[in-house]
């Protein structure tokens, strides 16, 4: 019965704030492996940050850079909400977290 209770809890991922730079030697530590599923997907901004979605390495990474360290040029409303698909855009970390292609 424990584990039929853990399965039906939702899932609460845990934020991290990360900085601009923290963001890119991880996403570019990553980029020289071969299996390489690097993408940084934003999935929006509200009054103190910028939230993005990525998977380094092998496990997925929720994370948020304060708006004060980084200036997004395309602002997205973030909304936590099931309906609400997982983010907008990716970006690239290593030119100004400019817009690559969109999220489909």
Known sequence: MAVLAACS?????????????????????????KYNTNCILYRGTDNQ???FLSQFTD???F??????ELSMTDEKPFKVDSAV??????V??????VKT???N
């Open 9 to 33: 809890a939702p899932y609460q991922a845990q934020k991290s704030v990360w900085t601009v730079k923290e963001v890119q030697e991880s996403f570019n530590k990553d980029s020289a492996k």
């Open 49 to 51: 940050s910028h939230y």
């Open 59 to 61: 496990k997925w990474v």
């Open 63 to 68: 994370l948020s850079i304060k708006k004060s």
């Open 85 to 90: 698909k997982l983010g907008y855009y990716y």
């Open 92 to 97: 690239d970390p290593n030119n100004h977290f």
């Open 101 to 103: 292609r969109d999220f």
